[in-house]
């Protein structure tokens, strides 16, 4: 199952916001399967919501309280004065000195504050993702969007206003449809947002280590670079992000692409090992393929993955999960420039390819 449609796109450039993310990039992921005649269904947001039986789309107010500092969401949800200055730190829009960076409100047809009603719609729908691989007969689904790993419990970062990521996994584990939820998160920087979160639910004794509910983090990502650049470490607080480690933490450091598959397999070894006898009742995977040797943005150069290699890493998760009958939600994460969406396509297509996948078969790319 594929996850998406339109409403997520939003041209960063229409904020002046002058960031390379491509708002092509689902399209032409989706343009690419249609042309290899995939056998992936696609369902808008707005279904998946009917077919679900929910009322909204949207994650409620109370469901980024359960994640998130109170006071930070009333400021996302008060003055738009408020809500601006998140943004602007967010997407790192100003300096230390007051001044802009990649930032041209004279250049901007849409208001800064506006930008949340689009992330709010893009973050539930990581939710919907994992209600549907929950649901669904292949307990697979790919959701074109979302993956903001960064957020952190007071305040956005590296792009990430609210963290979707736990978000959703908080939800699902309060609606009681899934006790122990592994996230694998293969993005090229740190999920350390998603650190950050998960030790602040365990030290509120809201998820636990070894017993029910609990969230186990494993992170592939470049060893230096932001978020543990050097700047970043020292002004870091104790205690958070990014200080605070995932539960497995592989970092991968310049010139090791060959160590990388190796070190993943070894890395879901591990969270295998330290889930015991218990089974997760959902995997949600960060797919970021910002480590692509093409990525267009500057702080990914430290790794770069090929094409080759960005679509073994993918299958190998896949079939990790697949052999062992676990639900996987799979959030498309960081890529940038415009050559971004070509490893997801390609992972995609393989499994329309492969008959050993629930996906093989003839052409099925449904549109609402």
């Known amino acids: ?40 269904p696609l369902l808008s947001l707005e279904k998946a919501v009917m077919g679900l039986g929910l009322d909204s789309p949207l994650l409620s107010r109370e469901d980024l309280e359960r994640v998130h500092q109170r006071e930070f969401v009333a400021r996302l949800y008060g003055e738009p004065r408020d809500r601006e200055k998140e943004i602007l730190k ?21 208001a800064l504050g506006d930008l949340f009603k689009t992330i709010l719609y893009r973050v539930s729908g990581s939710y919907l993702a994992c209600r549907l691989a929950l649901e669904g007969r292949e307990q697979f689904c790919f959701y074109l969007g979302g993956g903001q790993h960064h957020g952190r419990y ?3 970062s590296g792009f990430c206003l609210l963290n979707d990521v736990i978000l959703a996994a908080r939800k699902i584990q309060a609606e009681g449809r899934a006790d122990l939820i592994w996230i694998i998160d293969v993005d090229a920087h740190k999920g350390d947002g998603s650190a950050e979160l998960v030790k602040f639910s365990r030290d509120r004794g809201e998820t636990f280590q070894g017993r029910n509910p609990e969230i ?3 992170s592939v990502h470049m060893a230096a670079g932001w ?22 933490d592989i970092p991968i450091a310049e010139h090791e692409e060959a160590r990388y598959l190796p070190r993943l397999i070894e890395g879901l070894g591990d969270l295998e090992k330290r889930s015991g006898q218990r089974k997760p009742g959902l995997v949600i995977v960060v797919d970021g393929v ?27 998760i896949f ?20 050559d971004a ?9 393989s499994l329309a390819a492969d008959p050993e996948t629930p996906f093989s078969g003839k052409f099925d790319i449904r549109k609402d």
């Open 1 to 40: 199952m594929l996850l998406y449609d339109k409403k997520l796109e939003a041209n960063m450039s229409d904020y002046g916001i002058g960031i390379p993310m491509s708002p092509s990039r689902p399209g032409k992921i989706l343009r690419y399967l249609e042309k290899c005649r995939s056998a992936l």
């Open 90 to 110: 967010t997407y790192e829009l100003i300096r230390s000195d007051g001044t802009y960076n990649r930032y041209e409100p004279e250049k901007a047809v849409k």
């Open 154 to 156: 007071d305040s956005g």
């Open 216 to 218: 186990i983090t494993l």
């Open 227 to 248: 978020p543990l650049d050097s700047e970043s470490i020292a002004g870091a607080e104790p205690g958070r992000a990014p200080l605070v480690e995932s539960d497995l």
């Open 290 to 316: 910002d480590v692509y040797e093409k990525d267009g943005l500057a702080s990914t150069a430290l790794i770069a993955l090929s094409k080759k290699q960005c679509l073994e890493r993918d299958q190998l």
């Open 319 to 338: 079939s990790f999960l697949h052999d062992r009958g676990l639900p996987s939600a799979w959030l498309m994460a960081g890529g940038y420039g415009e």
């Open 341 to 349: 969406w070509e490893p997801t396509a390609n992972f995609l297509a």
